[in-house]
């Protein structure tokens, strides 16, 4: 171990014990209060790759749910590197229930790209293959009668970007967040904005860069949409960035969990800030959900950032607890406990209910299972 990992090491040991920022919500209960509405989970067909997948395009077209690419580590996984995917699988209703399809394949390996549904397709944004960051944009379409996915070419982006998200308020597409370069210091305060309604118009179909939050750069946020009480809107909310340490007695470069929210208005195109999350939610997976809530219903609080190496197989996996957040009040609230616990996928809404497909639930470590989460019903 290196003098680097071992400060690295004390100072997230040390965080643990003092119950900082760290602190896990399957170790202690966030301050957050209880919401007063229960999540109801049930489980669909585990993804065909029995490893599952963490960084997927995933999308809903044709009343089909599309998961694409990914990448995921064999087993053992802490014996073997990162292996990128192409496959494309394809969920689709039965008489008898649900049946994964073949999808073909994405035009090369990639993962932790951005996607966003829209009613002409699933559009793919950006990502990587481990060596190179993509500003690659495609429209992936699932065609119900020819069992097939047909593929178009869209503008790429201003610049590469992986590790971001992205959401869509009418015909526009906004992407904020990410890396362009395959280190953490690379994080960007990006937003760029993509209008549907122009693709017919080979001068007008490009991305525009918008102000951005005024806020910190950051990667593995959460960008998602919903109506703030007057008019839709974007949000964009905790992630992590590298940042400088102060002092010579600590490793010179530290990286910094995210629980700002920040709200944008297309119609002004003004920002402002919202309350922050209860605790970090990295990677999460955050979506719009009726009229006024956010749900995230996953996400890595940081607190065991830098114990992955060292615990390996004994790390508990992320937290599994549930938050809503209420635009129009402003207010967080506890979800509740969790069956499922994955990051790194894009949730999606498919049927009225939001689907988490497949993610990462512990270091290294995917899930093949599929989930699909609505509102209970009250009795």
Not at 76 to 94: A, Y
Not at 106 to 134: M, R
Not at 334 to 363: C, F, K, M, Q, Y
Request: aromatic share 10%; net charge positive; proline share 6%.
């Amino acid at each position: 171990m290196t003098h680097l990992q071992k400060w690295i090491l004390l100072l997230a040991v040390v965080a643990l014990i003092a119950g900082s920022p760290f602190a896990t919500a399957d170790e202690a209960k966030t301050t957050a209060p209880r919401s007063d509405f229960s999540l109801d989970w049930q489980a669909l067909p585990d993804l065909p790759n029995a490893l599952g997948v963490a960084g997927p395009f995933v999308g809903v077209h044709n009343d089909a749910l599309v998961v694409a690419g990914g990448a995921n580590f064999p087993r053992p996984v802490w014996e073997n590197e990162k292996i990128w995917h192409r496959q494309i699988h394809v969920l689709i209703k039965t008489n008898r229930g649900y049946q994964w399809k073949d999808g073909g394949v994405l035009p090369q390996s990639t993962a932790y790209g951005a996607a966003v549904s829209t009613s002409n397709g699933i559009v793919c944004i950006g990502g990587n293959d481990g060596t190179k960051i993509f500003d690659r944009v495609f429209l992936l379409r699932w065609d119900a009668r020819a069992a097939r996915i047909t593929r178009t070419e869209y503008p790429s982006l201003p610049r590469p970007c992986a590790y971001g998200q992205a959401a869509v308020v009418g015909n526009v597409i906004y992407l904020a967040g990410g890396q362009h370069a395959n280190d953490l210091d690379s994080a960007m305060t990006n937003f760029w904005a993509l209008d549907l309604a122009n693709r017919d118009n080979d001068e007008e179909f490009s991305w525009r860069e918008l102000e951005a939050w005024p806020g910190k750069p950051r990667a593995f946020n959460i960008t998602a949409r919903q109506n703030n009480g007057d008019e839709e809107c974007i949000y964009v909310l905790s992630g992590r960035r590298q940042t400088e340490a102060v002092g010579d007695t600590a490793p010179r470069q530290l990286v910094e969990f995210l629980t700002d929210v920040w709200e944008f208005t297309p119609r002004t195109a003004v920002w402002r800030r919202r309350a922050d999350v209860p605790r970090p939610v990295l990677a999460g997976t955050g979506i719009g959900f009726g009229r006024s809530h956010l749900l995230i219903l996953g996400g890595d609080d940081g607190s065991r950032f830098f114990l992955a190496d060292v615990l390996k197989d004994k790390h508990p996996g992320f937290p599994k607890e549930a938050f809503a957040f209420h635009t129009t009040t402003n207010t967080w609230k506890s979800a509740g406990v969790t069956p499922g616990n994955h990051v790194t996928t894009v949730p999606v809404l498919w049927d009225d209910r939001v689907i988490i497909a497949s993610g990462e639930v512990r270091p290294r470590v995917r899930s093949p299972s599929i989930w699909s989460v609505g509102r209970k019903s009250r009795k």
